[in-house]
């Protein structure tokens, strides 16, 4: 357990909050702003919302270094449904998207743009068993593709792009739903950004959106009008009500960012814990990482125990011993640890030191 009586909580999502900030939500929940209404009660039309969503949107301009034309969203319906949105909106009649697949999620992204257009894998790797991203060189973009589709972080095999990915020329639009605000992310060199909240940036049932005038040009007529970029932009993600709670979470989120070094502080925290538990996971032959290590990913460490019997042992001991969330996703198995910035380096000391005595009683 924590100081505070929490877990350590390791679970890939929802995901945990720094205290601080569920400490303001709390304060927020009866009364806010001094506004007289409570937070889950507050009209989305009313001047204090309207004055946490510009805020919220201007923080995540700050932190995320968003250009000046391009357009902030937070809609509803996760990442999954960008997986379609992105591809309805972009892709037109006869459009033709490459995607980097690179794990579960972008196994996803691709099935539902195959609905709308010409989709093609130009790089899978699941026939490894997905361990690694690939390098620039290692695939061919089509000549006559509109847009490249990557998942910067993959959260059931544990990698992740440490570079930008090469697109031949072609806009990026990714995936970042597991790393945004965590990991360097040079937005002016992606056309649309999506992310789903629950990891790094608050609560889950906010979808951030972020989308240059490019891609918004791109956008024909006719869509379902729910499915249209142009309509969340032209009404400032309000054209139906959104999740005034979560946005409100969001904001106190990029606000706690703000006061903890911006993203190079949340960058350096990250590292820091995965230097942690990676050389906990490289010390011993007791462990088997997944992920092939220049893939490995900061925020979700994924492994396996060497003696595969083990784990079902290492996870009920976890439990009792104040650990939450390590268990592998069921299509992968095995243990996982989703250090999102809300993980304290302390719940990852106290997970490394868990180990030890773990291996120390079973090894």
């Known amino acids: 357990m924590t100081g505070a009586g929490r877990v350590h ?12 900030v569920v400490s303001e939500v709390a304060e927020a929940l009866p009364n806010l702003s001094d506004s007289g209404f409570g937070l889950l009660e507050v009209s989305h039309r009313s001047e204090v919302f309207q004055s946490v969503i510009d805020s919220a949107e201007e923080r995540v301009r700050r932190v995320l270094s968003v250009p000046g034309d391009y357009h902030v969203l937070f809609l509803q319906g996760g990442a999954s449904t960008q997986f379609y949105m992105t591809a309805l909106n972009l892709l037109g009649e006869a459009g033709k998207a490459d995607f980097l697949v690179t794990g579960g999620w972008s196994q996803k992204a691709i099935k539902e743009a195959g609905r709308v257009g010409d989709v093609q894998s130009a790089w899978d790797g699941s026939g490894d068993g997905f361990v690694s991203v690939p390098s620039n060189g290692d695939y061919v973009i089509r000549d006559d593709a509109d847009y490249v589709h990557y998942t ?30 965590g990991v360097p992310l040079d937005i002016s060199s992606h056309d649309l950004v999506y992310a789903g909240a629950q990891k790094n940036l608050g609560p889950s ?25 142009r309509t969340h932009v032209s009404k400032g993600s309000m054209f139906n009500t959104p999740n ?3 946005i409100f979470v969001l904001d106190r989120v990029m606000a706690w960012v703000e006061r903890n070094g911006g993203l190079e502080g949340a960058i350096d925290r990250n590292r820091r814990k995965a230097t942690l538990l990676y050389d906990e996971l490289d010390r011993t032959s007791f462990w088997a990482p997944h992920a092939e290590a220049g893939s490995r990913s900061v925020m979700n460490v994924t492994w396996r125990l060497a003696d595969q019997s083990l784990e079902p042992a290492f996870l009920e001991e976890a439990v009792a011993a104040g650990m939450g969330g390590l268990k592998g996703h069921r299509s992968v198995g095995g243990i996982r640890a989703s250090m999102y910035n809300g993980c304290t380096i302390d719940s990852v000391e106290a997970l490394v030191s868990f180990m030890r005595d773990f291996e120390a009683r079973h090894g």
């Open 9 to 20: 909580n390791f679970g890939a999502g929802p995901a945990v909050l720094p205290l601080e």
């Open 205 to 229: 049932g906010v979808t951030l959106v972020i989308i240059s005038p490019w891609a918004i040009s791109k956008i024909g007529d006719g869509l379902p009008t729910m499915m249209d970029y």
């Open 152 to 181: 910067s972080n993959n959260t059931l095999f544990g990698t992740q792009f440490h570079h930008l990915p090469d697109s031949g020329g072609k806009p990026r639009v990714v995936d970042a739903s597991s790393d945004i605000c």
């Open 244 to 246: 005034t709670f979560g």
